[in-house]
């Protein structure tokens, strides 16, 4: 036999406007919680070092499978940059010579040139002394042409100067310095 | 006032009946909390917090992929070649042969009759020192002639591989001598760092290959022989 319950169940003993606030934010609270996990998630999977160093490794084990082409390109590089270096330190001599030599009065004859590193040294003759003071005024002007962009002479001394009564020539020998 | 509550089993039971709707959600939020709390948070600071050493590998990484794309689009013949000229210009060890075919080329070239020289070799067994940067290898000679011929003769010299350069030049009516440097160096030691950048071969260093490739490399000729004065006369000319 079923019992019937007369008695109502009441009023509510709860506000049903908190309630639905309640619902709301546990829905609220757990959607932020689920997207915040998923997104820390994701972004921890693609922007992780672990992910990053996987990558490396990856590429890494390309890379030496190509060790010979590295060598080769390691040694072009270095031999151009110390190519250059050696290029630098050249100093054209046989230009610098004929340039003192055309610059030379055809009176004068030259007895010796030589040039080592940043020196010269210039030893000519003539039968009078006039073309040998024309050499040493060019000399001058070609020093006073001298600068950063176009070195030319930075010192020019007179080292011996003297005469053979014999032949009747004067010997001098110059020394120039190169910059 | 000194209020108590009694919390009984029946006082229980009545709550529960009357608040049932809200437990699912209550608890729902604090699960959220602590979740929060326990796991994200923590998590969140961990992934800030190394996002500094992210970056570092990160950048690590575009030079590993820079350094593979260099690899893979450079060709291994036209490497071959650009170490082969460069190797011709400046050798890894004291190239003897280089000297001479070098010397013996620019003379025949320019029709100058090499006299005595001398070459100043060094011990063939010790590598060179470090602090020496540049080794050479030093030989003076005499040529025949003035200073156009010798004059012509540098000039082919300086457009022959190997690469050498005039520590000292000296012009006499009668001839000139001559003091040549020719250089050498080791090649690097291949140390492979993955951090390292891999360049490639930059365009002032192409201009240096396609220069270099235009002079003369008579390293495949084969020695001359030393002839005598007459015999040397007629093949200068």
Redesign the interface.
């Known amino acids: 036999m079923n019992e019937i319950n007369l008695v109502g169940t009441g009023p509510k003993k709860y506000n049903e406007k908190k309630l639905r606030l309640a619902r709301i934010v546990s829905v609220i609270a757990l959607f932020l919680t689920a997207i915040s996990s998923v997104g820390l998630f994701l972004l921890n999977t693609r922007f992780s070092v672990a992910s990053i160093k996987e990558e490396q490794t990856q590429i890494i084990n390309q890379i030496s499978s190509y060790n010979e082409r590295m060598v080769k390109l390691s040694i072009i590089n270095s031999r151009v940059l110390e190519i250059e270096q050696i290029k630098k330190q050249n100093i054209d001599y046989t230009k610098f010579i004929q340039t003192i030599l055309d610059i030379a009065p055809t009176e004068v004859t030259v007895n010796s040139f030589e040039i080592e590193e940043k020196k010269a040294t210039i030893s000519i003759s003539s039968p009078s002394l006039l073309p040998m003071s024309d050499f040493i005024n060019e000399l001058l002007k070609f020093a006073d042409k001298n600068s950063k962009e176009n070195p030319t002479i930075s010192k020019a001394t007179i080292e011996s100067l003297s005469a053979n009564d014999r032949t009747g020539n004067f010997f001098m020998t110059v020394n120039l310095e190169i910059p | 006032m000194n209020g108590k509550i009694n919390i009984d089993l029946l006082t229980i039971r009545t709550l529960y009946t009357?608040?049932k709707?809200?437990i699912?959600?209550?608890f729902?939020?604090l699960s959220?909390?602590i979740?929060?709390l326990i796991?994200?948070l923590p998590?969140?600071n961990e992934?800030f917090r190394?996002?500094k050493?992210?970056s570092e590998?990160?950048e690590?990484?575009n030079v590993?992929?820079n350094?593979?794309s260099?690899?893979?689009t450079?060709s291994?013949s036209e490497?071959?070649s650009?170490?082969n000229v460069?190797?011709s210009?400046?050798p890894p060890n004291k190239n003897f042969e280089g000297v001479i075919n070098a010397l013996s080329y620019s003379a025949n070239v320019t029709g100058v009759i090499l006299g005595n020289f001398d070459f100043a070799v060094g011990s063939l067994t010790e590598s060179p020192k470090e602090i020496q940067?540049?080794p050479y290898l030093e030989i003076e000679l005499n040529l025949t002639g003035g200073?156009d011929q010798?004059?012509n003769f540098?000039?082919t010299l300086?457009k022959t591989l190997p690469?050498s350069?005039?520590?000292?030049?000296?012009?006499?009516?009668s001839g000139s001598s001559v003091?040549l440097a020719f250089?050498y160096?080791p090649?690097?030691q291949?140390k492979?760092n993955?951090n390292a950048k891999?360049?490639?071969?930059?365009k002032?260093?192409q201009v240096?290959?396609d220069e270099?490739e235009g002079f003369s490399n008579p390293s495949n000729v084969s020695i001359p022989l030393f002839i005598g004065d007459e015999q040397a006369s007629e093949s200068a000319l």
């Open positions: 009357d608040y709707p809200f699912i959600p209550f729902t939020i959220c909390i979740v929060f796991f994200i998590q969140a992934f190394s996002q050493t992210v590998e990160r690590k990484l590993l992929k350094n593979l260099v690899l893979q450079s291994d490497l071959d650009q170490v460069l190797s210009a400046l940067k540049f200073i010798a004059s540098l000039d300086s690469m350069r005039v520590i000292m030049l000296g012009v006499t009516p003091r250089y160096k090649f690097p291949a492979f993955e891999i360049d490639p071969v930059s002032k260093g240096l290959i270099l």
